[in-house]
């Protein structure tokens, strides 16, 4: 049973019928509790969904059957958790959280003692436990507590990693109706910004919807309509940001990255003057921090094997396109308040324009596509798709590249294209796209 995929458990939920049901993610529990043993100490915490309720209670059922003591955070940004592992000397944390996926879904993401999320290897046994149908009952059953501090300690230790005042600065932040509601705009108003907010009145079922890091264009009207210097865009458990400059243009993860890189480089606070980025990431920026002196290490998709790739190289900045940014420094995940409270004080302390901060690099013109499939792997390997990718990949020569993968946490083949125009990436795009259908149907 392949549950995990780059980034947790993730599906439908809310109903016996629902890929995340109670009887499964009970098993769940029970499984995740006997790898961190009886007695363990774990944290939970969740996004404002539904049906992480129900979830987190039938985690609590399994997990305390096997004597494992749980503590409940309630509402909380996965980096928060991921946090509170560390300050509690906690065995482990799982939130409850589908990201950037609609309120139908949901999900589940297990971190380590480390504030790390788990290894391959731990997921794996996990899964092989709940395959074997284990009733494993402890002598003693776990106790379940509730953390009314986490929300405090968390907000006060982002704020202790900056040392400006953005007072100045005036910005609209999207909170996706999710995790980020309480957080954020508190953060925000503390270290001095003049806050507008929207996205942030959750009543379980308008997380993502039309808002956040997915949809832009509420947030970019929001901006220009109000004269804010720029936006802030989370997603459902704020792991990632998206900014809206000044203009109205999209900051992406790769211009959040090479911002905060070249600012680090400068300073000589730049450790062997190299990041971690993934595949996804811009022929653009990669060729302005070759042109900078910055080496840039290629990890894969997911947050989790950027941080692999930081730890392996003593690497301090990674992320991923998708606005995921891991200041190693200060948190173990991607993290979006931190994020964006370290862009905004580049600008407080004039080392970045609001008005300009999507010109940190001219980008190639990008097409992604996600087509739906029920066969991912036999559709990658189809002779078809090869022949298609081969062609495009003439025609574009030295001048752009292809990316087709599977999605980790959906069921989807995303088709990426970068090209020296836009009408050659969308052509070459559509016709992989089409390739991958006609391959999906054979």
Not at 78 to 90: D, E, I, Q, S
Request: hydrophobic share 40%.
């Amino acid at each position: 049973m392949a549950l995990f995929g780059t980034d947790g458990i993730r599906g439908s939920a809310g109903s016996a019928s629902s890929l995340l049901n109670p009887q499964l993610v009970s098993a769940i529990g029970v499984a995740t509790g006997i790898v961190f043993k009886s007695q363990a100490q774990i944290l939970i915490g969740r996004d404002t969904r539904k049906s992480g309720v129900e979830i987190e209670q039938a985690l609590i059922a399994g997990l305390t059957s096997v004597g494992v003591n749980v503590t409940l955070i309630g509402v909380i940004p996965t980096p928060g958790l991921a946090h509170l592992v560390l300050t509690r000397k906690a065995d482990a944390a799982i939130m409850i959280t589908a990201s950037h996926n609609p309120a139908s879904d949901n999900g589940i993401k297990i971190f380590g003692s480390n504030g790390q999320k788990i290894a391959d290897e731990i997921e794996l046994e996990i899964e092989h436990l709940i395959e074997s149908n284990l009733e494993v009952k402890s002598a003693q059953r776990g106790l379940v507590t509730k953390d009314e501090h986490g929300r405090n300690e968390y907000i006060t230790y982002l704020l202790s990693t900056i040392s400006k005042s953005l007072s100045g600065i005036t910005v609209v932040v999207d909170c996706a109706h999710g995790s980020a509601s309480t957080y954020a705009p508190e953060v925000l108003k503390r270290a001095g910004a003049e806050v507008i907010v929207i996205g942030a009145t959750p009543d379980g079922e308008n997380i993502n919807k039309d808002c956040g890091s997915t949809h832009l264009d509420l947030l970019a009207a929001k901006v220009l309509q109000s004269g804010a210097d720029l936006g802030i865009a989370h997603d459902g458990d704020a792991d990632r940001a998206l900014l809206i400059d000044g203009r109205g243009k999209i900051v992406d993860g790769d211009a959040l990255l090479a911002l905060l890189a070249l600012s680090a480089k400068q300073k000589g606070k730049l450790p062997g003057n190299k990041i971690v980025a993934t595949v996804m990431s811009n022929l653009g920026f990669l060729k302005k921090m070759e042109k900078e002196g910055v080496i840039v290490e290629i990890a894969p998709v997911g947050d989790r094997y950027v941080l692999e790739q930081m730890l392996d190289h003593e690497i301090y900045y990674g992320g991923e396109q998708s606005g995921h940014i891991i200041l190693r420094k200060f948190a173990t995940t991607g993290d979006g308040i931190l994020t964006a409270l370290h862009i905004l004080e580049l600008i407080a302390n004039g080392e970045a324009k609001a008005e300009n901060l999507s010109e940190i690099f001219s980008s190639y013109p990008q097409v992604l596509l996600n087509i739906p499939v029920t066969n991912k792997e036999q559709v990658l390997t189809s002779a078809e798709l090869k022949i298609a990718t081969k062609s495009a990949e003439s025609d574009l020569g030295n001048d752009g590249r292809i990316l087709i993968r599977a999605s980790g946490t959906e069921p989807l083949i995303r088709v990426m294209v970068e090209a020296d125009t836009q009408s050659k990436a969308d052509v070459l795009a559509r016709k992989l796209a089409d390739a991958v259908e006609s391959a999906a149907n054979a």
